[in-house]
């Protein structure tokens, strides 16, 4: 069955500084891979996604991600971060041998920007 | 695109009665799921529509939840007998034929 193992539970980092957020997968077929960001009492916003082609995605808000197969991995970075990407980070995976049906979740990491 | 829509955001109750939340999804999608978190976890599958018909529950979802989505539009998911272990926030989301999953801002239930 597929998992995801996101690695670091909370990350603290102070502002401008560069920040990764890991998540490792274990499936042996096809992928889909996100990253999702939640707010406090809030619902799961997609931040960015990797379908096929280009190993590095990017979002609008500077984070990209980078899909490597041979490590089963798909971490998050971002050279410069601010006080307002505070914020819930969720990996997940979708794979072909469930027809891409659905979305299996990490446990999260919280990302806390101090000034 | 108005977004997915969920009801009510709060429900508190007590123990042994029964619960339902309502979802609205984007008026294109004719996928439907729902999730349940609970505090410090990623959110957890509990089934998902396609059209109307049920597709796949997960062994999260107890004989005490069923899950309808009559017309294919809206669903609704009920809790029968709740217990304080049900306390947690269901999200709903929706999408076209493949991820991503567009998610609401959830039902937040605490059963006291």
């Known amino acids: 069955a597929q998992s995801v193992t996101q690695l670091d539970s909370q990350v603290p980092v102070f502002e401008e500084a560069p920040v990764e957020l890991r998540c490792n997968y274990s499936s042996s077929v096809s992928v889909y891979l996100f990253w999702y960001v939640q707010y406090p009492n809030q619902g799961l916003q997609l931040l960015l996604k990797y379908l096929s082609g280009s190993t590095l995605v990017e979002s609008i808000n500077g984070f990209e991600a980078e899909f490597n197969k041979s490590q089963t991995s798909f971490h998050l970075r971002k050279p410069s971060v601010h006080i307002s990407d505070t914020a819930e980070y969720f990996c997940a995976v979708s794979t072909s041998a469930g027809g891409y049906n659905k979305l299996i979740f990490g446990a999260g990491t919280r990302l806390a920007v101090h000034p | 695109d108005t977004g997915v829509s969920q009801n009510p955001r709060h429900k508190i109750t007590k123990r042994g009665q029964n619960v339902t939340f309502r979802c609205d999804p984007i008026?294109?999608?004719?996928?439907l799921y729902w999730y349940r978190q609970t505090l410090g976890q990623g959110p957890e599958f509990l089934t998902y529509f396609q059209n109307e018909a049920q597709l796949e529950k997960s062994r999260l979802l107890s004989d005490r939840f069923s899950a309808e989505r009559p017309k294919g539009s809206f669903s609704t998911l009920e809790i029968q007998r709740t217990e304080q272990g049900d306390s947690a926030m269901y999200l709903c989301?929706?999408?076209?034929?493949?991820?991503?999953?567009?998610f609401g801002n959830g039902t937040r239930l605490t059963v006291t």
């Open positions: 989301a929706s999408s076209k034929e493949l991820p991503p999953l567009h």
């Open positions: 008026s294109e999608h004719n996928r």
